[in-house]
C-alpha cells in the first residue's frame, strides 16, 4: 500500500503565500506524475499543476505564474508554492501520484487526503 501526506494548508490574506507539500510512502517502486488538484464547495475537482518523471511541468491558466510545483525524487515529495493568492484560490488542494508498484510494476494513481487553503479578502 501508497499513503499520501499532505501539509501546508492554511488561512492567509489576499496577496500571501502558502507551500503545500505531499510526500509519498509505502512499496513504491518509482513515481511517474504527480500533481496537485483543488476543489472548491459547489464545484468539480480541477487539475491546478502536474509535473512528470522528467520534470516537465504545466499549469492551469489561472495560476500561471503565482504558482510553482516542483519535486524531490529522493523523498517521493511534490510541492506547491503558491504566492499572490487570491481568495478564488480558496479551496481543498489534493495531491495525486502515479505509483509504480514493486510487484508488478504497474502503475496505480493514489490521492492525498486534502488540505484546506482559505484565501480571505
Known amino acids: 500500500q501508497v499513503r499520501l501526506v499532505e501539509s501546508g494548508g492554511g488561512l492567509v490574506q489576499t496577496g500571501g503565500s502558502l507551500r503545500l507539500s505531499c510526500t509519498a510512502s509505502?512499496?513504491?517502486?518509482?513515481?511517474?506524475?504527480m500533481g496537485w488538484y483543488r476543489q472548491a464547495p459547489g464545484k468539480q475537482r480541477e487539475l491546478v499543476a502536474h509535473i512528470t518523471s522528467n520534470n516537465r511541468t504545466n499549469y492551469r491558466e489561472s495560476v500561471k505564474g503565482r504558482f510553482t510545483i516542483s519535486r524531490d525524487n529522493a523523498k517521493n515529495t511534490v510541492y506547491l508554492q503558491m504566492d499572490s493568492l487570491k481568495p478564488e484560490d480558496t479551496a481543498v488542494y489534493y495531491c495525486k501520484c502515479d505509483v509504480v508498484s514493486p510487484f508488478d510494476h504497474v502503475e496505480y494513481d493514489y490521492w492525498g487526503q486534502g488540505t484546506q487553503v482559505t484565501v480571505s479578502s
Open positions: 509505502g512499496r513504491i517502486f518509482s513515481i511517474n506524475d
